[in-house]
Nanobody, 116 residues
Framework: VQLVESGGGLVQPGGSLRLSCAASGFTFSRYAMSWYRQAPGKERELVARSSSADGSTNIYSDSVKGRFTISRANTKNTVYLQMNSLKPEDTAVYYC?????????WGQGTQVTVSS
């Protein structure tokens, strides 16, 4: 299993970014895909999860609900996180995650910094 995130960067408050996670090594369409984040000095937290192959069942943390959208392209083995109305408190390393056969796999992470 391999997960490769991309799309992070520096953005001003109120701006937008779209993160991508390219997956390989498993049958992508069969598994829930998640985005987590970890800010300095804080625990890693769940941001969003796409729990169905067709992307119709998604959950979000309260802190990002209404601003972030998770989506997936099963033909491309890719999951996305569209982040709008970004706030300084969204600054963190964002990780892609999948659990296959009871084992959790993580990407290397992509840094998102929200600052003026």
């Amino acid at each position: 299993v391999q997960l490769v995130e991309s799309g992070g960067g520096l953005v001003q408050p109120g701006g937008s970014l779209r993160l991508s996670c390219a997956a390989s090594g498993f049958t992508f369409s069969r598994y829930a895909m998640s985005w987590y984040r970890q800010a300095p000095g804080k625990e890693r937290e769940l941001v969003a999860r796409s729990s169905s192959a067709d992307g119709s069942t998604n959950i979000y943390s309260d802190s990002v609900k209404g601003r972030f959208t998770i989506s997936r392209a099963n033909t491309k083995n890719t999951v996305y996180l569209q982040m709008n109305s970004l706030k300084p408190e969204d600054t963190a390393v964002y990780y892609c995650n999948v659990a296959v056969a009871g084992i959790g796999f993580w990407g290397q992470g992509t840094q998102v910094t929200v600052s003026s």
